[in-house]
């Protein structure tokens, strides 16, 4: 960290700081300048108490942490990307990977169209929440552990991993039985209690970013999932809230190189909350894959103008494979397959 003292301070309030700076276990480096003096304070500032305190000193001007306060999430823990293995489907390596499905799982018909439709086209995950985080509480909740079943049965007859959104700490065995890779979703990217749960059952972790979380917030909140002995971490990117109203959210494209530089872990991109359009999601999409993006997660239904949620930005099946064959020299062009 860097201690930056205020101009005319005396010896005696210099030796405080100092001695303040050794007690906490590092080591510090006095720059006379001029006008002030600026001490830097060499040691790990991850292990080491934080000298955040000093900035409270009158005599202290301000303090500065020169390292970054996620380790395990960032680059420099790990040279290389990461991949998951998710039911042998491989994230983060040289193929793109696209994940569909419903908003929510509604009924058997709606899920396994979808999902034999998904496939053909191409993709290799199929998405469906089963427990949905709704603004209001009386708007379709989920079928919950009916939707899962639902989706182990989809996974059965069309070979597609799953992910679904976990919603609670009291469900994180149950989601995770059935499951191939867990979603945790926007409203709840902070609630560490449940990065921690969904971290302990050992699968795959897919999480959103939060409606109003900062990247580094959103790398810190990956932090819980690796901290807690589960390597299998991926963000994904869904918009953000800001003042546009043409948009449901702003998607952030810039997170892909800038997670890509930070971090080791696949980037998802989510089109679908991303613009809350349909007629967004194909632009996107081609933009995400030839930014860098290791997947996609796009919802898809037979029928969205009838989706018991998100019916807005759900693309049909039809706009679906539109879009499969349409992005294949975006995903070229990006070195991927
Ligand atoms: C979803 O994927 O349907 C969903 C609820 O996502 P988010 O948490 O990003 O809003
Ligand atoms: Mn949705």
Not at 216 to 238: D, H, I, Q, T
Not at 298 to 324: C, N, Y
């Amino acid at each position: 960290m860097i201690v930056i003292l205020k101009p005319n301070i005396s010896r005696k309030e210099e030796t405080a700081v100092l001695r303040e700076i050794r007690r906490l276990g590092y080591r510090p480096h006095v720059m006379r300048g001029v006008e002030r003096t600026v001490v830097g304070a060499i040691g790990d500032e991850r292990t080491h108490q934080s000298l955040e305190v000093l900035g409270s000193w009158p005599q202290v001007e301000r303090v500065m942490p020169v390292q970054k306060r996620y380790k395990l999430v960032s680059r420099e823990a790990h040279r290389g990307n990461s991949t998951i293995n998710a039911r042998n489907n491989i994230i983060g390596g040289r193929k793109f990977q696209v994940m569909a499905g419903p908003c929510s799982v509604e009924d058997e018909f709606q899920l396994l169209t979808t999902a034999h439709a998904v496939r053909k086209a191409g993709a290799t995950i199929l998405r469906g929440g089963a427990f949905k985080p709704r603004t209001s509480p009386y708007e379709f909740q989920g079928l919950g552990h009916k939707g899962l079943k639902l989706l182990a049965k989809a996974r059965r007859e069309t070979g597609l991993a799953i992910i679904t959104e976990l919603l609670s700490e009291q469900h994180a065995e149950l989601v995770a039985e059935y499951t191939d890779i867990i979603q945790i979703g926007a409203r709840n990217a902070q609630n560490f209690q449940l990065l921690i749960a969904a971290a302990k059952t050992g699968k795959p972790v897919l999480l959103k970013r939060g409606l109003s979380m900062k990247i580094e917030e959103w790398l810190l909140a990956g932090e819980y999932v690796l901290s807690n002995n589960n390597p299998n971490l991926m963000f994904c990117e869904r918009g953000i809230r800001t003042f546009e109203t043409y948009t449901r959210n702003t998607l952030d494209l810039s997170t892909i190189p800038i997670i890509k530089n930070e971090s080791h872990c696949p980037i998802i991109i989510d089109p679908s909350q991303g613009a809350g359009r349909a007629d967004l999601v194909m632009a996107m999409c081609k933009g995400a894959a030839a930014m860098g993006a290791d997947g996609l997660l796009i919802e898809v239904h037979p029928e969205p103008a009838k989706a018991w949620s998100d019916g807005a930005q759900q693309l049909t099946i039809e706009g679906f494979a539109r879009l499969m064959e349409e992005l294949k020299p975006f995903i070229a062009a990006a070195g991927r397959e």
